[in-house]
């Protein structure tokens, strides 16, 4: 059964949160659910028309800054690997995808698929709920996107540089919302970490993490120019907006992130698994 198969399987009962699972994929250890848009679509669409309120579907989108920290972070990796659906975001997952053999069948970035979903709650009548980045960045995003869906339900936005713990204020103001969406803008591994902690307490359907995307909402940085979207740079000109967060990404963690693919490549299994035998016991 192919994964449009399955995610149509669904709609027949199979579970939701089972929906991807043939699809999926994993890159580094950290797994992809290897899906069209539609049908990461019809997957929250499905939810949304069946879910129990208290159990948050968890979407993230996986990419080589994740799959990094996650390398370094067993918590954070398992926190990824047990959310409900893991989108492929950027270039380096679709590189990896090809060297491996293993194609993504598509770059689900948060900055593109999000709108989607915007579209989709303006017209099924979704609420949306929105939290993090700064104050003004969080006003700013909000009024944007009322102006661009004037039809769109936005029950509620909560700024996200909070203290460390301080997760209860915001799970009463959600829980009094009850969004059917809920975006978080963090930046990882902090967004993850706070949607794994939080999902079962919230009276919600979908919360998605999204890192950057209401600092591109709100007009704080500028999406790359299409034809280098279209040939997988975008990340260089986030860099060259914002080179003092994104220069370690551009100049270690994809050189690395790639060297890693190119070694389960061509290096066999048993010498890589003696290389590292070894580095642990130096
Ligand atoms: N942010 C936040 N609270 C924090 C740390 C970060 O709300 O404690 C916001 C920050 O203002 C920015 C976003 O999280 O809007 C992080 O964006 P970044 O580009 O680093 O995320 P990425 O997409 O790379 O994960």
Redesign the pocket.
Request: one cysteine or more.
């Given at each position: 059964m192919n994964a449009w198969e399955e995610v149509q399987g669904v709609e027949h009962g199979s579970g939701v949160r089972a929906s991807s699972q043939n699809a999926r994929t994993y890159f580094q250890g950290v797994r992809i659910d290897n899906v069209s848009a539609q049908q990461a679509l019809h997957v929250v669409e499905t939810h949304l028309a069946n879910h129990d309120r208290r159990n948050a579907l968890r979407v993230f989108f996986p990419?080589v800054?994740?799959i990094h920290l996650a390398r370094q972070d067993k918590e954070f990796l398992s926190c990824i690997n047990e959310a409900d659906l893991l989108l492929p975001d950027g270039s380096g997952l679709m590189i990896a995808g090809k060297i491996l053999g293993r194609p993504i069948v598509e770059n689900l970035n948060?900055t593109d698929f999000i709108p989607k979903v915007l579209q989709r709650a303006e017209e099924r009548g979704w609420s949306v709920y929105l939290f993090?980045?700064?104050p003004h960045?969080i006003e700013e995003c909000r009024n944007r996107i009322q102006a661009a869906h004037p039809r769109l339900k936005i029950v509620g936005h909560h700024?996200?540089?909070?203290p460390e713990g301080e997760d209860s204020s915001i799970i009463a103001d959600i829980n009094e919302k009850a969004p059917n969406i809920i975006l978080v803008?963090?930046?990882?591994p902090?967004?993850e970490k706070w949607v794994a902690r939080n999902a079962a307490k919230m009276n919600a359907g979908v919360c998605f993490a999204?890192?950057?995307?209401?600092?591109f909402l709100a007009g704080?940085y500028r999406r790359a120019p299409v034809w280098m979207r279209r040939i997988g740079a975008e990340f260089i000109y986030?860099f060259v907006q914002?080179p003092r967060?994104?220069w370690r990404?551009l100049l270690i963690e994809q050189p690395l992130f790639l060297m890693l693919v190119f070694g389960e490549r061509f290096i066999p299994r048993r010498a890589r698994s003696f290389s590292n035998r070894s580095t642990k016991g130096n």
């Amino acid at each position: 059964m192919n994964a449009w198969e399955e995610v149509q399987g669904v709609e027949h009962g199979s579970g939701v949160r089972a929906s991807s699972q043939n699809a999926r994929t994993y890159f580094q250890g950290v797994r992809i659910d290897n899906v069209s848009a539609q049908q990461a679509l019809h997957v929250v669409e499905t939810h949304l028309a069946n879910h129990d309120r208290r159990n948050a579907l968890r979407v993230f989108f996986p990419n080589v800054h994740s799959i990094h920290l996650a390398r370094q972070d067993k918590e954070f990796l398992s926190c990824i690997n047990e959310a409900d659906l893991l989108l492929p975001d950027g270039s380096g997952l679709m590189i990896a995808g090809k060297i491996l053999g293993r194609p993504i069948v598509e770059n689900l970035n948060g900055t593109d698929f999000i709108p989607k979903v915007l579209q989709r709650a303006e017209e099924r009548g979704w609420s949306v709920y929105l939290f993090g980045a700064l104050p003004h960045i969080i006003e700013e995003c909000r009024n944007r996107i009322q102006a661009a869906h004037p039809r769109l339900k936005i029950v509620g936005h909560h700024q996200g540089h909070i203290p460390e713990g301080e997760d209860s204020s915001i799970i009463a103001d959600i829980n009094e919302k009850a969004p059917n969406i809920i975006l978080v803008a963090l930046g990882s591994p902090l967004q993850e970490k706070w949607v794994a902690r939080n999902a079962a307490k919230m009276n919600a359907g979908v919360c998605f993490a999204v890192g950057g995307l209401f600092d591109f909402l709100a007009g704080k940085y500028r999406r790359a120019p299409v034809w280098m979207r279209r040939i997988g740079a975008e990340f260089i000109y986030r860099f060259v907006q914002d080179p003092r967060s994104k220069w370690r990404r551009l100049l270690i963690e994809q050189p690395l992130f790639l060297m890693l693919v190119f070694g389960e490549r061509f290096i066999p299994r048993r010498a890589r698994s003696f290389s590292n035998r070894s580095t642990k016991g130096n």
